[in-house]
């Protein structure tokens, strides 16, 4: 039982923003479910950037499952490679141990947007599938749901960390600069869509 | 943010400070010479610590999926 998510979303700040505030985007008001965050491994191959990341964080489960998955928390390992003469960064993220209930699996892609260098484009796809006996449709869909609330935390807590390293004057709601943006962004998501099938592979 | 190693937090923050000014400042304009390494290495031998006490060792040390033909695929085009 495999479900298959895509999403594509669109930040205001450029590729090196974005880039800089992935680093440092937890803790933000977004993440009380996100626990620790550590670097395990780091080294620079061919000028690419590869790292690997562990994070601890809470895992709620739905009531059906509760009495068999007693974990309180989940751990999460987050591989990237960041390659600044491209102006890419992928992410892979996965969860380690509780795999006999779930499976979760995700890919980003943080690229500019291709007309507007003043944007940076991610797209993404999930893989969550869970085979456990008499409950893995009922797991699979509330991990699917809780993965998508989680995106929507995760891109507003990045925003969060990015408004206060490069744009702290924006705590002041500056609406026009609010709705220049979501225009650009409508626009580049749909470009999006269309590219993401070529990336996929 | 924390670390997964309550004892490692202080070497954690001091390895993430340097990190993080190097990335920004030296790698995404062309310097690639690691110059965090020697706060890396106690960091680093702190969490491992806290890995091995939590059974962690195996599953987060020494598998790589990103870039390997253990990846998921990617969902089917439509």
Redesign the interface.
């Known amino acids: 039982m495999v479900k298959?998510?895509?999403f594509s979303d669109v930040f205001n700040f450029t590729w090196?923003q974005v880039?800089?505030g992935l680093?440092?985007r937890?803790?933000n008001v977004y993440s009380k479910h996100?626990?620790?965050?550590?670097?395990?491994?780091?080294k620079?191959i061919n000028?690419k950037?590869h790292t690997?990341r562990?994070f601890?964080k809470t895992n709620p489960m739905p009531k059906a499952g509760e009495k068999f998955i007693t974990a309180r928390n989940v751990?999460i390992?987050e591989?990237?490679?960041v390659d600044?003469k491209d102006k890419t960064f992928?992410?892979?993220t996965?969860n380690?141990?509780m795999q006999k209930y779930v499976?979760i699996?995700e890919?980003c892609f943080y690229q500019p947007d291709i007309t507007d260098k003043s944007l940076t484009v991610c797209n993404r796809?999930a893989?969550i599938s869970s085979s456990f006996f008499g409950l893995g449709r009922v797991i699979q869909t509330f991990c699917t749901q809780r993965f998508k609330q989680n995106v929507k935390k995760s891109m507003k807590g990045l925003n969060e960390t990015m408004d206060k390293l490069f744009n702290p004057e924006a705590n002041q709601h500056n609406e026009c600069r609010k709705e220049k943006f979501k225009e650009k962004a409508k626009a580049a998501v749909e470009k999006a869509k269309i590219k993401t099938?070529k990336q996929?592979? | 943010m924390e670390s997964i190693g309550s004892d490692c937090l202080e070497l954690k923050l001091q390895y993430d400070k340097c990190f993080n000014k190097w990335f920004a400042e030296k790698y995404l304009k062309g310097v690639h010479q690691d110059e965090c390494a020697h706060l890396f290495k106690p960091y680093q031998d702190c969490v491992k610590k806290a890995l091995q006490a939590k059974g962690l060792e195996e599953a987060v040390l020494h598998k790589d999926v990103l870039g390997t033909v253990n990846e998921k695929p990617p969902p089917p085009k439509s």
């Not at chain 1, 996100?34 to 780091?42: G, K, T």
């Open positions: 298959h998510s895509t090196n880039a800089i680093w440092q937890y803790p996100v626990l620790s965050e550590d670097v395990i491994s780091r620079i000028g950037l690997k562990l601890t751990y390992i591989e990237s490679i600044p992928v992410t892979y996965r380690v141990g499976t699996e890919k796809w893989f099938s996929m592979c």
